[in-house]
């Protein structure tokens, strides 16, 4: 249980920092409303501690229930999740700079969120 909660928090911090990376260089695609709605803040502290508070209590709820079957089921689903999104953040950074420079009209959608 507690590798699985580990690889959760590792790959969340990775997430972040990506997130970071492009809000604050050419911008990313945000289908998550809320999410989007905590990056038009346009503050990356804002974001970090939206995202630390999270995954903390996600993975502190998960931990205190660790000898149940549905604890143990909600890591591994976690983890799964998690593992997924490091494949779609593969595939967008090798996509989106080539997507941006062929259709930059991209940038105006609704979904568009970039940090000034």
């Not at 809320?34 to 998960?62: D, E, H, Q, S, Y």
């Not at 089921?73 to 062929?102: D, F, I, K, N, P």
Request: glycine share 6%; charged share 10%.
């Amino acid at each position: 249980m507690a590798w699985l909660l580990c690889l959760v928090v590792i790959v969340s911090l990775a997430d972040l920092a990506l997130t970071l990376i492009f809000l604050r260089s050419i911008g990313m695609s945000e289908g998550n409303p809320i999410a989007r709605w905590v990056m038009g803040a346009n503050c990356p502290w804002v974001l970090v501690l939206f995202k630390m508070v999270l995954v903390g209590f996600a993975c502190t709820v998960l931990w205190r229930t660790r000898h149940s079957r549905a604890a143990k089921l909600g890591a591994g689903v976690g983890c799964l999740v998690m593992l997924w999104l490091c494949l779609r953040w593969v595939g967008y950074t090798e996509q989106v700079s080539s997507v941006v420079m062929a259709n930059p009209e991209i940038t105006q959608t609704s979904t568009w969120v970039r940090f000034n």
